[in-house]
């Protein structure tokens, strides 16, 4: 996927920290920022118009490496690709996910814009693509807050909400589903996101009683390394829901999962796979196994937000996604070139990720 090796191809990054519009409260913490690095390689090749790529390492606690971590693998990054190749500095990354999704998407959109396609149909080859379906996210609020931000979603278009959950009790979380359903209506698609907060018994509770109220997906209800446990609950739920794993797909990987039938659904986060790339080798082998893939933001920057659209718009019939976050940034690395209309994310179709003005000299 990388560019020729002789190519004159320099790599520099840039840190910074993007406020939320307000706190973005799950069962795992509360975020208020996403601190990173805007990265970019350039081809000098033709000095008088160099074509540069740009890519997003913005780590986030307990999915990647710390930022400390991430800068220092980017500027091995820098010194490999400058002392051999694309290759070279996917190597110098290896293991630390955000900073090797920054580079991956550097060189990915640097290489679909030299060969003018966008980026969704550099790394897929497939047919072109107008629109991939989405998700709105809700954060893990009281009932009638949680109810009012969903019904301000669905407003804006959107069918498909997915709740946070897990901060409180499985019955008051029980509650904010049933007023949501009650706010929004019933052809609404509701999604539940538990962030490993449920002992069995408790998800168990849950599942019976969001299945009575219309969720579509019960995500990640018990801790990552309880495989077995979400194979029960996918047993119990009996078709009427679909279990996910999130975090679980970091700790077990695709065979695992599949061979326990612990999973309807696997949520893919290219920040935490180690890029766009890798996400969607992941989602083809899960497809293939039955198991369907969907796409999330780590809530980013414009650049990853912008990658990871290319990476569903790369995945056939995918599902609504949680593509929707720069709503959630009080501030963005630069302007989104991705609309979104009646629920669903309109792709970019300009060369490579379709981001300009990024990066202020």
């Avoid at 208020?32 to 740009?54: K, N």
């Avoid at 796979?273 to 920057?301: H, N, S, Y």
């Avoid at 650049?303 to 709503?327: K, S």
Wanted: with cysteine; glycine share 10%.
């Amino acid at each position: 996927m990388g560019a020729n090796a002789d190519c004159d191809l320099e790599l520099a990054y840039r840190r910074f920290s993007l406020a939320l519009t307000s706190p973005l409260e799950t069962a795992a913490g509360s975020i208020d920022a996403r601190e990173g690095f805007l990265v970019r390689i350039v081809d000098g090749t033709d000095t008088a118009s160099p074509t540069a790529g740009y890519g997003e390492a913005t780590p986030l606690p307990g999915w990647t490496e710390p930022i400390e971590d991430c800068e220092a693998a980017l500027d091995r990054a820098e010194r490999a690709l400058a002392g051999g190749g694309p290759e070279d500095a996917l190597e110098a990354v290896a293991g630390n996910g955000a900073a090797r999704h920054g580079v991956s998407l550097a060189l990915a959109d640097l290489q679909a814009t030299r060969q003018a396609t966008p980026l969704y149909r550099y790394i897929g080859q497939g047919p072109m693509i107008g629109r991939v379906p989405a998700n709105a996210t809700i954060g893990d609020g009281p009932p009638d807050e949680t109810a009012h931000q969903a019904a301000a979603a669905v407003q804006r278009g959107f069918d498909c909400c997915k709740l946070k959950a897990g901060r409180r009790s499985v019955e008051a979380d029980i509650d904010r589903v049933r007023r949501t359903r009650e706010v929004v209506g019933p052809d609404v698609e509701l999604r539940v996101d538990a962030n490993e907060a449920w002992t069995f018994e408790e998800a168990a509770r849950a599942l019976d009683a969001v299945a009575d109220l219309g969720v579509s997906i019960l995500e990640q209800p018990l801790p990552a390394g309880a495989l077995a446990g979400h194979a029960d609950l996918r047993e119990r739920a009996a078709g009427t829901v679909s279990i996910a794993l999130d975090e679980g797909v970091l700790e077990h990987g695709v065979d695992a999962i599949c061979e326990a039938q612990a999973a309807d659904a696997a949520i893919l986060k290219p920040m935490a796979l180690g890029g766009i790339d890798i996400a969607r080798k992941i989602a083809a082998w899960f497809a293939e196994l039955g198991v369907t893939p969907l796409v999330t933001t780590t809530i980013d920057g414009v650049v990853a937000r912008t990658g990871a659209v290319h990476l569903a718009a790369a995945i056939p019939n995918v599902p609504a996604c949680g593509l929707a976050t720069g709503e959630l940034l009080a501030e963005d690395l630069g302007r989104d070139p991705v609309l979104f209309e009646s629920g669903a994310a309109v792709v970019p179709q300009a060369k490579g990720l379709g981001v300009e003005g990024v990066w202020q000299e």
